[in-house]
């Protein structure tokens, strides 16, 4: 509450265990236990370096933490020793998801929709339904070009869904089934 180690403020803390959480998904400091009044007290919480901790189950199912210095072995550090602060949003109740590694996920989906959505409109109609002739009934070559112009210039495209096909030759529109039929 006061002062969680020699060099931070409790705001200094706070904030950078808020952002390695936000950009990472966890945040961990070492937790230095101590004797305060007769009685085992945390004396200090120490940062660790981004990405030299990881989170897991050990045979015991007990949650334990491995740490790899940049100088020295690798340890194996059980919850006592490690003040874990986990973003609320986890896929395996262990380990905190980064909340920017799920707007670039998001981002990046949204975009991919976005693309799909302008080439489909943009490649022409979304067959809604067929062109029927009366049985024995066929378009001249003109009145054929006619229709294939109108269907690939004057109904293609996200402005004109919905519109209808000026139709000749006795030619009926028949609307396809919908999936909501």
Known sequence: YKRPNSYQT???FKTHMQMCALLDGNAYARVVWGVKRGRPAVLALLPFKRGTI???????????????P?????????????????HPISLDGIKGISLVDVAVETLGLASAAERAIATMLAKGVMAGGSVELPQGTELSDEAYERLRASMNEDMS???????????????TAKPFASARD
């Open 10 to 12: 409790a705001l200094e």
């Open 70 to 86: 940049s100088n020295g072995p690798a340890q194996t550090l059980t919850q006592r020793e490690v003040f874990h602060f986990r």
């Open 54 to 68: 990881t989170p897991e189950l050990n045979d015991g199912n007990e949650l334990v933490f491995q740490y790899r």
């Open 157 to 171: 495209g996200s402005g004109n869904a919905g519109n209808w096909f000026i139709l000749e030759d006795g030619a």
